[in-house]
């Protein structure tokens, strides 16, 4: 079981000895100066929402300045959102749509890395709230999805998340009910792993610590519990395996 060692929003945005200004700027840069702090919102404020390709074309040229990394063809659609920008590395041809997050706040030494050929489809949020993230080469993540890490989510080369899926490698501990809800510790069992060319149908859900292996399959609506082994098709909930790949 391991414990969240990063501070969470609320506990940022709670804390009396912080300003608001503070509190803003811990949330959406780190710990950087006032100047590269004041660069990067103006920055945002003024090319984020251009539409068509002279607002792809402006943020192609100035956005790569703001990451740790950033390889050649970028194309970063309109109301993109990016909080540590430092701590986030993108291969060459990285396609992020509009109205995406990506925010990684809580990545380790590692960061959050998005490879060669990646596909973020719009309004998908990418965060880490703790440990590393790696979304690996010629990946696709559909539209409406959400990937949230607890302790580190790695998926494969090739994988395909259709849209509405939902990952999230973290739960809460309901044991002491002498706490309220809003007061509880999250922790994680372990990180999500997606191997190679896996695809994951529309709307599922995969829990804590699963891994699903290599060229696998899982069904439309399944919500993943345990670990689905390579080259099988899993459906339900829980998801279980219905079916052997040959």
Same mark, same amino acid.
């Given at each position: 079981?391991?414990?969240?060692?990063?501070?969470?929003?609320?506990?940022?945005?709670?804390?009396?000895?912080?300003?608001?200004?503070?509190?803003?700027?811990?949330?959406?840069?780190?710990?950087?100066?006032?100047?590269?702090?004041?660069?990067?919102?103006?920055?945002?404020?003024?090319?984020?929402?251009?539409?068509?390709?002279?607002?792809?074309?402006?943020?192609?040229?100035?956005?790569?300045?703001?990451?740790?990394?950033?390889?050649?063809?970028?194309?970063?659609?309109?109301?993109?959102?990016?909080?540590?920008?430092?701590?986030?590395?993108?291969?060459?041809? *990285? /396609? +992020?749509? !509009?109205?995406?997050? @990506?925010?990684?706040?809580?990545?380790?030494?590692? #960061?959050? &890395?998005?490879?060669?050929?990646?596909?973020?489809?719009?309004?998908?949020?990418?965060?880490?709230?703790?440990?590393?993230?790696?979304?690996?080469?010629?990946?696709?993540?559909?539209?409406?999805?959400?990937?949230?890490?607890?302790?580190?989510?790695?998926?494969?080369?090739?994988?395909?998340?259709?849209?509405?899926?939902?990952?999230?490698?973290?739960?809460?501990?309901?044991?002491?009910?002498?706490?309220?809800?809003?007061?509880?510790?999250?922790?994680?069992?372990?990180?999500?792993?997606?191997?190679?060319?896996?695809?994951?149908?529309?709307? *599922? /859900? +995969?829990? !804590?610590?699963?891994? @699903?292996?290599?060229?696998?399959?899982?069904?439309? #609506?399944? &919500?993943?519990?345990?670990?689905?082994?390579?080259?099988?098709?899993?459906?339900?909930?829980?998801?279980?395996?219905?079916?052997?790949?040959?």
């Amino acid at each position: 079981m391991t414990p969240m060692d990063n501070p969470s929003i609320r506990r940022i945005l709670s804390d009396p000895n912080r300003s608001s200004y503070r509190k803003y700027r811990d949330l959406t840069v780190g710990d950087r100066g006032f100047s590269a702090f004041a660069v990067f919102e103006t920055v945002s404020a003024l090319l984020g929402p251009i539409p068509g390709a002279l607002g792809i074309l402006l943020r192609q040229k100035i956005y790569p300045g703001f990451f740790r990394k950033c390889g050649r063809g970028l194309v970063v659609g309109r109301n993109c959102t990016f909080r540590h920008p430092s701590k986030i590395t993108l291969g060459d041809k *990285v /396609t +992020i749509d !509009d109205n995406t997050l @990506i925010d990684a706040r809580g990545a380790d030494e590692n #960061g959050l &890395v998005i490879k060669d050929d990646a596909i973020i489809n719009r309004n998908t949020i990418v965060q880490s709230k703790n440990g590393d993230i790696e979304i690996g080469k010629s990946v696709s993540i559909g539209v409406n999805s959400t990937i949230v890490s607890w302790s580190g989510i790695r998926i494969g080369d090739g994988v395909r998340i259709a849209g509405g899926c939902y990952l999230s490698a973290g739960r809460f501990d309901f044991d002491d009910l002498t706490r309220k809800v809003a007061e509880l510790d999250g922790y994680s069992t372990g990180p999500i792993v997606i191997d190679q060319n896996v695809w994951v149908a529309t709307r *599922v /859900t +995969i829990l !804590d610590g699963v891994q @699903i292996g290599e060229d696998s399959i899982i069904a439309a #609506g399944a &919500v993943v519990t345990g670990n689905i082994p390579p080259r099988t098709i899993a459906s339900g909930n829980p998801a279980k395996v219905v079916f052997q790949r040959r």
